[in-house]
Structures are given as C-alpha cells and as structure tokens.
T-cell receptor, first 111, second 116 residues
Framework: ELKVEQNPLFLSMQEGKNYTIYCNYS?????LYWYRQDPGKSLESLFV?????AVKQEGRLMASLDTKARLSTLHITAAVHDLSATYFC???????????FGQGTRLTINP | KAGVTQTPRYLIKTRGQQVTLSCSPI?????VSWYQQTPGQGLQFLFE???????NKGNFPGRFSGRQFSNSRSEMNVSTLELGDSALYLC???????????????FGSGTRLTVV
C-alpha cells in the first residue's frame, strides 16, 4: 500500500526566511502534485511534477522531484505572510486513478 | 472557463438520514473522483468515475456510493449517516486519459457535511 509522508507537519517561520517541506512516498510513481489549502477552502493546484529531476518554480515556491529517492521537496524562499496555508503533496499511481495524499504541512509565517 | 462546481456548499443532517452531493466537472473532463477530508484521517480517496463507470473505489463502507451521468456530472450518496461522516467532501475533475502531459486534477470548493 502506498504511503506518503510529509515533514514537518507544522512549521512556523519568520518572514524573509527560507525553508523546505519534504514529501516521501513508498511506491514507484512518475507523477507528484503539490496543493495549497487555506482554512475552510478547497485545494489549489500549485505544481505537477511529471518526471525524475523535474523542477518547477512559481514566485517564492519551488518544487522538485527525485523519483529514484521517492522524494519531492517544496522550497519556500524569503517567505511572506500570504504563504501561510496548509500544503499537501499527493502521488498519482498509474492504473489506480487516484491520488494518495500526505498528511499536510501547516505553514505559519509570522511578520 | 468554469471550474468544478459542487453543491450544496454546506449541509447539516441528522444521524440515520441519507445525503446526496453533486459535482459538475470542468467542461470536457470525463473523470470525476471524490475525496473525504477530516482532521483525523486527512484526505482519503472515495471513488473515481470515468465515462459513467466506476474505475476505483477506496476503503469505505457500502453506505458510500456514487454514480456518474452521461454529461460527466457525478453524485455521491451516503446512507444511514453517522457522526463520523462529518467531513469536507471534495470532488476532483480531470481529462481522463492519463497519458496527456497536462493531466492533473482540479478540485471543487467542496461540500461541508455536518452530521448531528
């Protein structure tokens, strides 16, 4: 059974700092997603990573995928308060037509 | 381009009742999947439909069922509601053929179900 684990689960950081969220998964997959969720809201798609070595960047967020290590990272650069949210990674397994989500990382950015 | 539409947004039901939730996918998307989100269990897969066929089902009791219509709209039904069914129910829409490079999942705003 595929397991997806994120760490840390909670992260409180100061504005202007850099940090990384890690997402490990237990079974081979070629497709990984990052989502953002604000309190009481739905999931907003951030990145789709399709192959080993994929790197995508949008503003202060950068995501990467290492399929050999079964690891994805979400790096936050010079954090700002607006990035406070819960971030989920999810793995898509060929043939299963479903996403398996990590537990989520609740990120709080303090002024 | 309209997004994924879920109705209703909020529901309050009594234990033992049943409920039906609706999801209209993005135009042209043929796959609809459903997820349950709770503080304790996180996001869990319920089922997925493509062209009116259920292709996969998660580990939920038979009280949870769904269907998809010819226009790709989907409904999920929960019968004999229990307190533990209180959750945010999210549906996700995708094109369907996984081989497409832009294959991805777009989520609706969700239906928040409270069982009292």
């Amino acid at each position: 059974e595929l397991k997806v684990e994120q760490n840390p689960l909670f992260l409180s950081m100061q504005e202007g700092k850099n940090y990384t969220i890690y997402c490990n998964y237990s079974t081979t997959s070629d497709r990984l997603y990052w989502y953002r969720q604000d309190p009481g809201k739905s999931l907003e798609s951030l990145f789709v990573l399709l192959s080993n070595g994929a790197v995508k960047q949008e503003g202060r967020l950068m995501a990467s995928l290492d399929t050999k290590a079964r690891l994805s990272t979400l790096h936050i650069t010079a954090a700002v308060h607006d990035l406070s949210a819960t971030y989920f990674c999810a793995v898509d397994i060929w043939g299963a037509q479903k996403l398996v989500f990590g537990q989520g990382t609740r990120l709080t950015i303090n002024p | 381009k309209a997004g994924v539409t879920q109705t209703p947004r909020y529901l309050i039901k009594t234990r033992g009742q049943q409920v039906t939730l609706s999801c209209s996918p993005i135009s042209g998307h043929r796959s609809v999947s459903w997820y349950q989100q709770t503080p304790g269990q996180g996001l869990q897969f319920l089922f997925e439909y493509f062209s009116e066929t259920q292709r996969n089902k998660g580990n939920f009791p038979g009280r949870f069922s769904g269907r998809q219509f010819s226009n790709s709209r989907s409904e999920m039904n929960v019968s004999t509601l229990e307190l533990g069914d209180s959750a945010l129910y999210l549906c996700a829409s995708s094109l369907g053929p996984r081989g497409l490079a832009n294959y991805g999942y777009t989520f609706g705003s969700g239906t928040r179900l409270t069982v009292v």
